[in-house]
């Protein structure tokens, strides 16, 4: 079941919770594993006093992430300038500098 949540875009968050960064249909998932009303499902977002970032990287191994990201774009390290603002604490912070898209 493990391998089949990380295939459909899940990470890990605490005691059999899981979370996935955006949207995900989970009916065909439950359905495959046979588990229809053995699963809870909903959608929300991170309210004060938890931060969107921190949350992200207890789930999911985002810095091997932005890494392959990196690895694979055009531009490196200034191409995954947004995954990094994004994930970051206090990501409202991060601004694009003038001239840049």
């Known amino acids: 079941m493990?391998?089949?949540?990380?295939?459909?875009?899940?990470?890990?968050?605490?005691?059999?919770l899981w979370v996935a960064p955006g949207r995900?249909?989970?009916?065909p998932l439950t359905a495959e594993l046979?588990?229809?009303?053995?699963?809870?499902?909903?959608h929300g977002e991170a309210a004060a006093p938890t931060e969107a970032g921190p949350l992200l990287r207890t789930a999911f191994d985002v810095d091997a992430i932005a890494e392959?990201?990196?690895?694979?774009?055009p531009g490196g390290a200034?191409?995954?300038?947004?995954l990094r603002c994004a994930?970051?604490?206090?990501?409202?912070?991060?601004?694009?500098?003038?001239?840049?898209?």
Do not use: K
Request: include cysteine.
């Open 2 to 16: 493990r391998s089949r949540l990380v295939r459909a875009g899940f990470g890990p968050l605490q005691s059999g």
């Open 34 to 42: 046979g588990l229809g009303d053995r699963i809870r499902a909903f």
């Open 24 to 27: 995900v249909d989970v009916a």
């Open 87 to 101: 994930t970051a604490r206090g990501a409202g912070s991060c601004s694009t500098p003038t001239g840049s898209t």
């Open 78 to 82: 200034t191409a995954s300038r947004p």
């Open 68 to 73: 392959g990201y990196r690895a694979s774009w």
